[in-house]
């Protein structure tokens, strides 16, 4: 099990989230080509093995991108597509900008639909929302 998550593991230097979802690990070579993986809020430094033991979960190590490679993935972009970058930042703006509104909107919806702590909600209404049958209790 060790070796082929071992195996699974980013071979490219970079900083990556692991297959928890919720950990990440800065993946490097030294100057003399060891590998070492570090962990945010941790002085140690791990092996290729160690981060594999700690491995868990069924998603797939995903790549986290530095500001250097954003920059450089934005100029490509605009090159394909023979637009100014700074056109292309702007439409990426307000792409997230209209991503945020909507989050932010479905936010406020569900605060609304939440009943308030003072609120007393009979247990029926709240089985009928859920979709439960108190009789089949």
């Known amino acids: 099990m060790i070796a082929r998550s071992a195996e699974s593991a980013p071979t490219e230097p970079g900083v990556y989230r692991m297959p928890c979802g ?3 690990v800065d993946f490097f070579l030294t100057s003399d080509g ?3 993986w570090l962990v945010p809020g941790d002085e140690r430094s ?10 868990h979960g069924d998603y ?5 991108y530095t500001l250097a490679h954003a920059a450089a993935e934005i100029r490509r972009r605009a ?5 100014p970058v700074d056109a292309l930042i702007e439409e990426l703006a307000m792409i997230a900008e209209a ?4 989050e932010n909107e479905e936010i406020a919806r569900i605060v609304r639909e939440r009943p308030t702590d003072s ?19």
């Open 99 to 102: 991503a945020d509104a909507a």
């Open 79 to 83: 090159a394909d597509v023979g637009r």
């Open 60 to 64: 797939p190590w995903e790549r986290m």
């Open 119 to 137: 609120e007393d909600i009979p247990l029926a209404d709240l089985a009928r929302k859920f979709g439960i049958d108190l009789d089949e209790l």
């Open 46 to 55: 791990y092996t290729r093995d160690t981060v594999a033991v700690a491995r």
């Open 22 to 24: 919720n950990c990440y």
């Open 34 to 36: 060891a590998e070492r």
